[in-house]
């Protein structure tokens, strides 16, 4: 019987790593392609910061969220399982010239994505990714009720290390009255290109409707970058600036990606 050499057995490991993090797109949109079996992604968004968001009252919104984190877990070439969750999120609402600060612990989101379209030959692919989110919670920065939705991410290799896909989100979130749901389409788009096989550049936008009315509407536009310091490690920067007041002014996202 032949054993692999040590080589063999090192190139192996690389290659089931990197198809743990491989083809990440932006950081709002998701892949369509899910975990390798076997494994388990850990995205870790290290520090999430929004400022100045308004609200129809006119009040002003910031947050701030610390390891706001997704674990997954490949079950099949199709198939993972995905649990989200926040270790601490602190919300401030400003109202005229008073302050409100609430912080705790965030809710638990519980996943799954099914790669049901792939296309080898131009390397594109397409997933349904169904949610459901469980106010578990603390303080007032607890969830009021249970919500979910759906996920449909697309994502195509255009050649010469460029990288392109988009995003539709349909939820069902509770209303600000608390005495029902309101539902909230969400589109997002992104286009990424490789300068080195360490380092790619990309461009998103996004754009948040609500079923109350095209006046809720809000949108981002944003820049950012990844560094794959290691096959199965993955650093990534983005700054998205808010193109109307729905919108937060400012969101600073610092993400870490680690696939074993």
Request: proline share 3%.
């Given at each position: 019987m ?11 490991f ?12 932006a ?5 369509p ?24 009252a ?7 969220a ?12 199709s ?17 005229g ?14 996943r799954t ?30 969830g ?8 449909i991410p ?9 990288l ?6 349909w ?10 749901y ?5 589109v ?8 080195t096989?360490?380092?790619a ?43 109307n007041d729905?919108?937060a ?12």
């Amino acid at each position: 019987m032949n054993f692999p050499n040590a080589g063999a057995l090192r190139a192996l490991f690389i290659f089931a790593a990197a198809g743990v993090v491989s083809r990440l797109p932006a950081q709002v949109t998701e892949s369509p392609y899910t975990v390798a079996p076997g494994h388990f992604l850990a995205r870790i968004d290290g520090l999430k910061l929004s400022l100045d968001r308004a609200d129809a009252a006119g009040n002003t919104h910031s947050a701030v969220a610390v390891a706001s984190s997704t674990l997954r877990a490949g079950l099949t070439q199709s198939l993972d399982v995905q649990i989200g969750f926040d270790l601490f999120l602190r919300e401030t609402l400003k109202r005229g010239g008073a302050r409100d600060s609430h912080s705790g612990l965030g809710d638990v989101s519980l996943r799954t994505k099914w790669t049901f379209w792939r296309d080898e030959q131009h390397g594109a692919a397409a997933a349904l990714l169904p949610y459901v989110k469980l106010p578990t919670g603390t303080g007032s920065v607890a969830g009021k009720a249970v919500e979910g939705g759906l996920i449909i991410p697309w994502a195509m290799d255009t050649g010469a290390g460029f990288l392109a896909g988009a995003m539709l989100q349909w939820d069902v979130v509770r209303n600000d009255a608390d005495d029902g749901y309101d539902g909230r389409w969400y589109v997002s788009a992104f286009a990424q290109r490789d300068l080195t096989k360490a380092f790619a550049v990309y461009g998103e936008t996004t754009i948040d409707v609500r079923s109350t009315g095209f006046s809720d509407w809000a949108g981002t536009i944003g820049a950012g970058g990844l560094w794959r310091f290691s096959p199965n490690l993955v650093f990534d920067y983005e700054l998205q600036r808010g193109l109307n007041d729905r919108a937060a002014k400012w969101t600073h996202i610092w993400r870490v990606n680690w696939g074993f």
